[in-house]
């Protein structure tokens, strides 16, 4: 019986203030969308980048003179460094059949002659592979005899790793906005049901109602506007999944991320009416009781 008052009162309360809820739950639906859209983009890129950095090939290349003895020498000074993973002599001839699987064209065709210098692949341990000390690995080791260029893709790096502080950034603020944006709207909703139904609250009180009892159906109002608002979130975060995955072939999703977005989504949402509301409907009961 006190649960169906209970909730009873509950749908009575978001029907009444329907255009708020409504308000509320598209907030909520709104803000899951994007900060979940964030979330997901933040996590594909550090993904990216870390792999980028775990595959990094920094190349050395040596001057047209230079020999593989050469190569073997400049070899053992970067190991001194203490920061390599691994080292690898590449010779014109291994650089000839290297070009040749890239381009499908056999150097000696071309030019008559083998033109590609001897080249040392250099891996360095994973920790290292930021901007800053690629640089200055990059500069120290150009400066060695017998080195002609470095190349590594230092410009790939660099944009990565400034996108994901932008994003990282950019969803902060977002989330700080939302959160502020939500929590008004949930307030704002569960303050018009309380004071709505000011009367009823007191006269429950000097019955005996606990404060649970007496709470419990703005709590849930919350709630369910949460509910309702991440429902709507998760529907349109598998739309555009699954319109994104038909419109590029190499992307795929799989069914459990599609489970994984409806469970996390729904789960947020009610947490968040949840726990707005309950602080807010233990605010505004309080100033019932106090002007009682």
């Given at each position: 019986?006190?649960?169906?008052?209970?909730?009873?009162?509950?749908?009575?309360?978001?029907?009444?203030?329907?255009?708020?809820?409504?308000?509320?739950?598209?907030t909520i639906g709104i803000a899951l969308v994007i900060l979940i859209s964030l979330f997901e983009v933040s996590i594909s890129l550090y993904r990216n980048l870390n792999d980028l950095k775990q595959n990094m090939v920094i190349e050395v290349?040596?001057?047209?003179?230079?020999?593989?003895?050469?190569?073997?020498?400049?070899?053992?000074q970067?190991?001194?460094?203490?920061?390599?993973?691994?080292?690898?002599?590449?010779?014109?001839?291994?650089?000839?059949?290297?070009?040749?699987?890239?381009?499908?064209?056999?150097?000696?065709?071309i030019l008559k002659e083998n033109p590609l210098p001897v080249m040392i692949e250099v891996r360095l341990q994973s920790e290292y592979n930021h901007?800053?000390?690629?640089?200055?690995?990059?500069?120290?080791?150009?400066?060695l005899p017998g080195v002609d260029e470095v190349h590594y893709r230092h410009v790939l790096v660099e944009k990565l790793e400034s996108l994901t502080q932008a994003v990282l950034i950019s969803g902060l603020a977002v989330l700080i906005v939302l959160v502020f944006?939500?929590?008004?709207?949930?307030r704002n909703t569960i303050k018009l049901s309380v004071y709505a139904r000011r009367d009823q609250i007191a006269i429950m009180k000097i019955l005996g109602a606990g404060n649970l009892f007496i709470r419990l159906p703005y709590i849930l109002e919350g709630a369910f506007e949460g509910l309702f608002g991440g429902m709507m979130a998760a529907a349109g975060l598998i739309l555009a999944h699954k319109f994104i995955a038909d419109s590029f072939e190499a992307i795929r999703f799989s069914l459990s991320v599609y489970k994984m977005l409806w469970i996390v989504t729904i789960s947020v949402g009610i947490l968040i009416g949840f726990f707005v509301?309950?602080?807010?409907?233990?605010?505004?009961v309080q100033?019932?009781?106090?002007k009682k």
């Open positions: 019986m006190k649960l169906r008052f209970v909730l009873r009162q509950t749908l009575n309360n978001l029907w009444r203030e329907r255009t708020p809820a409504t308000a509320s739950v598209l290349y040596l001057e047209a003179s230079r020999t593989e003895n050469d190569a073997a020498g400049i070899s053992a970067l190991s001194d460094y203490g920061t390599i993973e691994r080292i690898r002599v590449i010779s014109k001839e291994a650089a000839a059949e290297i070009f040749e699987k890239e381009f499908g064209e056999n150097i000696y065709d901007p800053d000390y690629l640089a200055l690995f990059k500069k120290q080791v150009e400066a944006a939500m929590n008004l709207l949930i509301s309950a602080a807010a409907v233990g605010h505004f100033k019932i009781y106090a």
